[in-house]
T-cell receptor, first 112, second 115 residues
Framework: ETGVTQSPTHLIKTRGQQVTLRCSSQ?????VSWYQQALGQGPQFIFQ???????GRGNFPPRFSGLQFPNYSSELNVNALELDDSALYLC???????????FGPGTRLTVL | GENVEQHPSTLSVQEGDSAVIKCTYS??????FPWYKQELGKGPQLIID?????GEKKDQRIAVTLNKTAKHFSLHITETQPEDSAVYFC??????????????FGPGTRLSVLP
C-alpha cells in the first residue's frame, strides 16, 4: 500500500508570485483534502476534492485553487503570494470523502 | 461552525509516567474524533480515533475517552517512552452534519518525555 506523497518538500517564493503544490493520494483513496499549517498551530482546512470537483471549502480566498486528476492526484495553486502564506501545506486522502484522513509529509512554503 | 480547544499546550512527563491531553468541542452533532501525532518535519499521523457511539477505545498504550454530554474527549498515553515526544492534535468534524468529511484541529500539545 502506497502512502500519501507530496512534492516538492520545500519551496521558496517571493511575494506576488504563483505556486503549485502536488499530492498523490494513498492507494485506493479517491478524495484529497488540503490543509494549511502555520508554525505552531494546528492544520486549517482549505478545500477538498472528490471525483475531480471541489467538495467543500474552508475560509480561504479564491486565490487558493485546486485540481484533481482522474488518477485522484491533486494540485494546490496559490496566486499572488503573500508573506502570510508561508506555512506547511498538507494534503490528506480518504475514501469517498468520509471518515479517516491520512496525511502526507507536507510541503514547506516560504514566501519572502 | 465547530470550535476545538485543547489543553495543555505543553506537557512534560518522566519516562514511564502517564500523559493526558484534553479537548473540548462546541457542536453537539459532532460524532467522530481523531487524534494525530506530528513529529518534527513530518505530517500528522493518525494514532487513534473514536466514534460517538462508544465512550472509550484502547490500542496498546494509547486510549481515548469521550464524554458526549460534556462535549470533551481525552487522549491517555500510559508507560510513556522518549519516542512519544511529539506534538499531538485532536480534531472534530468541520461540518458535523457531513459525517467526518473534513476537520477542525485543536492548537496542539507539545509532549516531552524526559528520560
Amino acid at each position: 500500500e502506497t502512502g500519501v506523497t507530496q512534492s516538492p518538500t520545500h519551496l521558496i517564493k517571493t511575494r506576488g508570485q504563483q505556486v503549485t503544490l502536488r499530492c498523490s493520494s494513498q492507494s485506493g483513496h479517491n478524495t484529497v483534502s488540503w490543509y494549511q499549517q502555520a508554525l505552531g498551530q494546528g492544520p486549517q482546512f482549505i478545500f477538498q476534492y472528490y471525483r475531480e470537483e471541489e467538495n467543500g471549502r474552508g475560509n480561504f480566498p479564491p486565490r487558493f485553487s485546486g485540481l484533481q486528476f482522474p488518477n485522484y492526484s491533486s494540485e494546490l495553486n496559490v496566486n499572488a503570494l503573500e508573506l502570510d502564506d508561508s506555512a506547511l501545506y498538507l494534503c490528506a486522502s480518504s475514501l469517498n470523502g468520509v471518515g479517516t484522513q491520512y496525511f502526507g509529509p507536507g510541503t514547506r512554503l516560504t514566501v519572502l | 461552525g465547530e470550535n476545538v480547544e485543547q489543553h495543555p499546550s505543553t506537557l512534560s512527563v518522566q519516562e514511564g509516567d502517564s500523559a493526558v491531553i484534553k479537548c473540548t468541542y462546541s457542536d453537539s452533532a459532532s460524532n467522530y474524533f481523531p487524534w494525530y501525532k506530528q513529529e518534527l518535519g513530518k505530517g500528522p499521523q493518525l494514532i487513534i480515533d473514536i466514534r460517538s457511539n462508544v465512550g472509550e477505545k484502547k490500542d496498546q498504550r494509547i486510549a481515548v475517552t469521550l464524554n458526549k454530554t460534556a462535549k470533551h474527549f481525552s487522549l491517555h498515553i500510559t508507560e510513556t517512552q522518549p519516542e512519544d515526544s511529539a506534538v499531538y492534535f485532536c480534531a472534530a468534524p468541520l461540518e458535523p452534519d457531513n459525517y467526518g468529511q473534513n476537520f477542525v484541529f485543536g492548537p496542539g500539545t507539545r509532549l516531552s518525555v524526559l528520560p
